[in-house]
């Protein structure tokens, strides 16, 4: 889905901006797609530290686009941050993938030219699909061990009357 909208987003951008694509648009679809995994590793991150689905939207919100906007060199150069600012803008994906957008578009620039910034993403997905799995992974554990824990007390609040539907008592 994540991958149809970048490729309608840059048809847009052709036909209706005229904002040509003067580098190639297999290294741009690379690096969004090392993005959309990054993005969703995020939000799986975001949602095993929450108990909403609402709660996990914000949390991924206020923890993307925020730094994305503020940080990223979509507005300021990061060359131009001082401070947590410019780490934070270094190290952000999204700095990568606006240097990579960016150098396709506007300078015809193709994947080894833009080598550096296509490591970072690439060394970013492992890092946050492990650290997202295994919070998953830690999150399923503890849920699984409250219920059994639940269903061991007397009196939890769920009845054992209906096998198929618990009924709240």
Same mark, same amino acid.
């Given at each position: ?31 969004? $797609?090392?993005? @959309?995994?990054? #993005?969703?590793?995020?939000?799986? =991150? &975001?949602? +095993?530290?929450?108990?909403?689905? %609402?709660? *996990? ?51 015809? $620039?193709?994947? @080894?030219?833009? #080598?550096?910034?296509?490591?970072? =993403? &690439?060394? +970013?997905?492992?890092?946050?699909? %492990?650290? *997202? ?37």
């Amino acid at each position: 889905l994540a991958m149809l909208n970048f490729v309608l987003m840059s048809v847009l951008a052709v036909t209706v901006f005229g904002v040509p694509i003067t580098g190639s648009f297999l290294s741009l679809a690379l690096a969004a $797609l090392l993005f @959309v995994v990054i #993005a969703t590793g995020f939000g799986l =991150l &975001a949602s +095993t530290f929450t108990n909403t689905q %609402v709660a *996990a939207m914000f949390v991924t919100i206020i923890g993307t686009v925020l730094p994305a906007v503020q940080f990223s060199g979509l507005i300021h150069p990061t060359s131009s941050l001082e401070g947590l600012g410019r780490a934070i803008g270094t190290v952000y994906p999204a700095t990568h993938f606006l240097t990579i957008s960016r150098g396709i578009f506007a300078k015809g $620039l193709d994947a @080894v030219d833009l #080598a550096p910034s296509y490591w970072a =993403l &690439a060394v +970013t997905v492992p890092v946050v699909t %492990v650290w *997202a799995a295994n919070s998953s992974l830690r999150f399923g554990a503890r849920m699984s061990r409250d219920c059994r824990a639940r269903k061991r007390r007397p009196g939890s609040g769920v009845s054992q009357v209906t096998p198929a539907f618990q009924v709240l008592t």
